[in-house]
């Protein structure tokens, strides 16, 4: 019986709380749409819900508890299904904190990402308690400690990397001067810059100084990339360098190269050839 009366307590709460969204006086517009009242299917869930708690009621004075707590439970699914707004921000904010430790943030920055971290739990609990003004307020804070864990991050790797191209040159001493030089001109790893794309990647005279062999830095990095069109700021990626031209040709074939056979004089062809 206490856990009835728990769970009848809990979703005259989340009721209640679900019914208060529209716009208070004062606030901003942001604020305004964050807090309005649902709209279309939301209303038709916000409908099915309050049937349901009626159902539940029903039960309840009939002494049925099963059937009570039953009907409360649907009641409480159809409210969150109700709430597409808050939870499309929590999943985006989600995959977002994935895709930040996926470039090791947490390692390269971890002061700045942790309070990122911060503010993703706050969201947590914003959402939880279903107050969407403050959860429209922090997906803006949160949105920008993104860019800024992204563009740090970034900075930090290419200083990280900066550092061992150093190491490496001062170890190559004794090679001679073309195979250092090369060891520093084609870099066997990318770190993803603010506007990079695989093809403007590709065109660097450092990469392949050929745009149209972007399919050769994708294939080698599927594990971190699932849409060719859509690279993340901080990202390491791999440069293949051991490649046959027959996989160049293959590559600019793919990428629509109008002659793919015919690879630029400046491209990159590696010495072994293919």
Not at 39 to 55: I, N, R
Not at 189 to 199: C, F, M, R
């Amino acid at each position: 019986m206490k856990r009835f009366f728990s769970l009848l307590i809990l979703l005259v709460l989340v009721a209640g709380c679900a019914t208060t969204r529209a716009p208070q006086k004062g606030q901003v517009d942001a604020d305004a749409k964050q807090a309005d009242v649902l709209k279309g299917q939301d209303t038709l869930e916000l409908k099915k819900a309050f049937e349901a708690f009626e159902k539940g009621m029903e039960a309840y004075r009939k002494g049925m508890d099963q059937e009570a707590i039953e009907a409360f439970s649907l009641a409480l699914r159809h409210l969150r299904a109700a709430d597409r707004e808050g939870s499309s921000i929590m999943d985006g904010a989600t995959r977002e904190m994935e895709q930040i430790a996926s470039i090791s943030a947490f390692k390269y920055v971890p002061d700045e990402a942790f309070k990122l971290f911060i503010l993703y739990q706050e969201m947590q609990n914003s959402y939880a308690s279903l107050d969407y003004v403050k959860l429209g307020k922090l997906k803006q804070a949160f949105s920008m400690q993104v860019r800024k864990v992204r563009a740090m991050t970034a900075q930090a790797k290419q200083r990280r990397l900066k550092i061992l191209s150093e190491e490496v040159n001062a170890g190559m001493h004794t090679l001679k001067k073309e195979h250092a030089g090369a060891l520093e001109m084609y870099p066997k790893i990318y770190v993803v810059k603010p506007g990079d794309t695989l093809p403007g990647i590709a065109a660097r005279h450092e990469i392949y100084n050929d745009s149209y062999m972007w399919p050769l830095i994708y294939k080698a990095n599927r594990d971190q990339i699932k849409d060719p069109m859509v690279i993340y700021v901080g990202q390491d990626l791999k440069i293949p360098r051991d490649i046959t031209v027959d996989e160049i040709i293959e590559a600019r074939r793919e990428a629509g190269a109008p002659e793919p056979e015919k690879i630029p004089s400046g491209a990159y062809v590696p010495e072994k050839g293919g």
